[in-house]
């Protein structure tokens, strides 16, 4: 069983749309990351959180320590979003690249 | 300032040979981490090192070793290889051990 679980698995919308990928976990952590990976394999880290709500232009990540979930919002999604968002935890007593990945939710913003 | 960078980009082997995959990390970051990820999956956390040193290492057989250069870049290295070593090789370098990770492109190999 994956210790991160994301949901949903695969994501279809319409530009312009509101965007929420969820994403919980087991066990305590220290951080909690989003990550971005577009088709030709390439990672970019789009937020490193511990705690409450952190803010990038249209992106939007959250986290519930004691509810053990976070999330990340896209407003007025646009068809470059399209990719696939890793939700990654770093648990107490890790170091900081010892991540724990969930699988990935793959996001198709349709024109 | 340079990102990180991976070489070679994509690689063919044959199952039983050696495999060396490189990564120069940005300026300025001392730790390299080295994940692994299979088709459809997330990546999986091999290793990282600190300053030249093993600094964690995720559930992977030692023929999955690595070294760390006075400069700060790295190498994995896998020996012996098996037809599931088939993956995406992903390197992170970060600022310290508390740092944002920064992903290189990857090394997708694939053994036969």
């Known amino acids: 069983k994956n210790e991160v679980e994301q949901s949903p698995q695969n994501l279809t919308a319409q530009e312009g749309e509101f965007i929420t990928i969820n994403c919980s976990y087991s066990?305590?952590?220290?951080?909690l990351h989003w990550l971005q990976q577009h088709p030709g394999g390439g990672i970019v880290s789009l937020f490193m959180?511990?705690?409450g709500k952190k803010k990038h232009g249209r992106l939007i990540a959250t986290i519930n320590i004691q509810e053990k979930h976070s999330s990340l919002h896209i407003t007025a999604s646009h068809p470059r979003d399209s990719a696939v968002y890793i939700c990654?935890?770093?648990?107490?007593?890790?170091?900081?690249?010892?991540?724990?990945f969930g699988k990935g939710t793959k996001l198709s913003v349709k024109p | 300032e340079t990102g990180v960078t991976q070489s070679p980009t994509h690689l063919i082997k044959t199952r039983g040979q050696q495999v060396t995959l490189r990564c120069s990390s940005q300026?300025?970051?001392?730790?390299v981490s080295w994940y692994q990820q299979a088709l459809g999956q997330g990546p999986q956390f091999i290793f990282q090192?600190?300053?030249?040193?093993?600094?964690g290492r995720g559930n992977f057989p030692p023929r999955f070793s690595g070294l760390q250069f006075p400069n700060y870049s790295s190498e994995l290295n896998v020996n012996a290889l098996e037809l599931d070593d088939s993956a995406l090789y992903l390197c992170?370098?970060?600022?310290?051990?508390?740092?944002?990770?920064?992903f290189g492109e990857g090394s997708r190999l694939t053994v036969l």
């Open positions: 992170a370098s970060s600022p310290g051990l508390d740092g944002e990770l920064f």
């Open positions: 066990v305590g952590i220290s951080a």
């Open positions: 959180l511990s705690s």
């Open positions: 990654a935890v770093r648990y107490y007593g890790g170091s900081q690249g010892n991540l724990i």
């Open positions: 300026s300025g970051h001392n730790t």
């Open positions: 090192y600190y300053r030249e040193e093993e600094n």
